[in-house]
């Protein structure tokens, strides 16, 4: 009898093992379509998973979104410090990159002054209530700046040395309104027409040249330049160019009014012409009769 039991169990168990085997061999062949029991199970599964995987995702979601709102945010940060740098180094590139190239101007422009030896120079002061007549420089005596000292700029002339200490001067500028400040002239043309720079006109902003020989053409859109026969502003220095032309009070000589060369709104850096040989006292001459408005080969022609 034991024995028969025994005989059975081994029966069921190899039954049990063919049985399994079987089943693993179904599940694991090729097959488009999964059986009813199989598609139970993976929907159950299936379902349970999708329960628990929405809010893991959402809450995943939501730190993710947190983490990158930092990092964001210290990108950000990061990136305005660089804006912020960048406008200072532009900021700083642009400001040389203009010096540069007022330097050179003003090197170039040295380089045409034959008979004076250039002092660049700084504007450190302009007084509001004399905006448009005078401005302060940074050096002085000290640095061999002298009254009557022709300044410009690279694009013209701006007036001359006023008031002298040992580290700044006064420049009186060609605008101002003081009647004893001439500047002896030239309109360039197929003859050349002297004159002087006496006044401003406010209302035409523009100087004014008077004394220019009636019976010489002068028109609008010549340039006239510093003539050098006063004694103090170099030859050839550009002060303007002519926008009206007409005649004096008595309609003896011509008249023209010039529009400055020179940018006196924005002034900062400026060359000093310390001449070599002897500067004249004076406006560019005494404030006396004395013809300007003449080279002084035709004066001595005149006087033979």
Not at 267 to 281: E, F
């Given at each position: 009898?034991?024995?028969?039991?025994?005989?059975?169990?081994?029966?069921?168990?190899?039954?049990?093992?063919?049985?399994?085997?079987?089943?693993?061999?179904?599940?694991?062949?090729?097959?488009?379509?999964?059986?009813?029991?199989?598609?139970?199970?993976?929907?159950?599964?299936?379902?349970?998973?999708?329960?628990?995987?929405?809010?893991?995702?959402?809450?995943?979601?939501?730190?993710?979104?947190?983490?990158?709102?930092?990092?964001?945010?210290?990108?950000?940060?990061?990136?305005?410090?660089?804006?912020?740098?960048?406008?200072?180094?532009?900021?700083?590139?642009?400001?040389?990159?203009?010096?540069?190239?007022?330097?050179?101007?003003?090197?170039?422009?040295?380089?045409?002054?034959?008979?004076?030896?250039?002092?660049?120079?700084?504007?450190?002061?302009?007084?509001?209530?004399?905006?448009?007549?005078?401005?302060?420089?940074?050096?002085?005596?000290?640095?061999?700046?002298?009254?009557?000292?022709?300044?410009?700029?690279?694009?013209?002339?701006?007036?001359?040395?006023?008031?002298?200490?040992?580290?700044?001067?006064?420049?009186?500028?060609?605008?101002?309104?003081?009647?004893?400040?001439?500047?002896?002239?030239?309109?360039?043309?197929?003859?050349?027409?002297?004159?002087?720079?006496?006044?401003?006109?406010?209302?035409?902003?523009?100087?004014?040249?008077?004394r220019i020989d009636s019976s010489l053409t002068v028109k609008k859109g010549q340039q006239v330049v510093s003539s050098?026969?006063?004694?103090?502003?170099?030859?050839?220095?550009?002060?303007?160019?002519?926008?009206?032309?007409?005649?004096?009070?008595?309609?003896?000589?011509?008249?023209?009014?010039?529009?400055?060369?020179?940018?006196?709104?924005?002034?900062?850096?400026?060359?000093?012409?310390?001449?070599?040989?002897?500067?004249?006292?004076?406006?560019?001459?005494?404030?006396?009769?004395?013809?300007?408005t003449h080279p002084p080969e035709a004066n001595e022609e005149e006087a033979k």
């Open positions: 009898m034991p024995h028969f039991f025994f005989n059975k169990k081994l029966i069921l168990l190899l039954v049990g093992m063919v049985f399994l085997v079987a089943l693993i061999s179904f599940s694991l062949r090729d097959r488009t379509n999964a059986t009813l029991p199989e598609q139970i199970i993976k929907d159950t599964v299936g379902v349970a998973q999708s329960i628990v995987a929405k809010p893991a995702n959402y809450i995943t979601g939501i730190f993710n979104d947190i983490d990158s709102l930092l990092n964001t945010y210290e990108e950000n940060k990061r990136l305005k410090a660089r804006l912020d740098d960048f406008a200072v180094v532009q900021a700083e590139a642009s400001d040389l990159k203009l010096e540069n190239e007022k330097f050179r101007e003003l090197l170039d422009k040295s380089e045409s002054l034959k008979a004076f030896n250039p002092i660049q120079a700084t504007v450190i002061a302009r007084n509001p209530d004399q905006w448009e007549e005078k401005i302060t420089l940074d050096k002085g005596s000290s640095h061999g700046v002298e009254k009557n000292m022709a300044v410009m700029t690279a694009k013209g002339l701006v007036g001359k040395i006023t008031l002298v200490t040992p580290f700044t001067s006064e420049v009186e500028l060609l605008y101002t309104n003081n009647p004893n400040y001439r500047v002896s002239a030239m309109v360039l043309g197929d003859k050349a027409a002297y004159g002087l720079i006496e006044g401003f006109d406010e209302e035409r902003n523009r100087l004014i040249m008077k050098g026969l006063g004694g103090i502003f170099p030859k050839g220095v550009p002060i303007g160019e002519i926008t009206e032309v007409s005649t004096d009070d008595f309609g003896l000589t011509k008249m023209a009014y010039v529009k400055p060369s020179a940018d006196f709104s924005i002034l900062d850096h400026v060359v000093i012409a310390k001449r070599t040989s002897t500067v004249i006292d004076g406006s560019d001459g005494t404030a006396s009769n004395e013809d300007l």
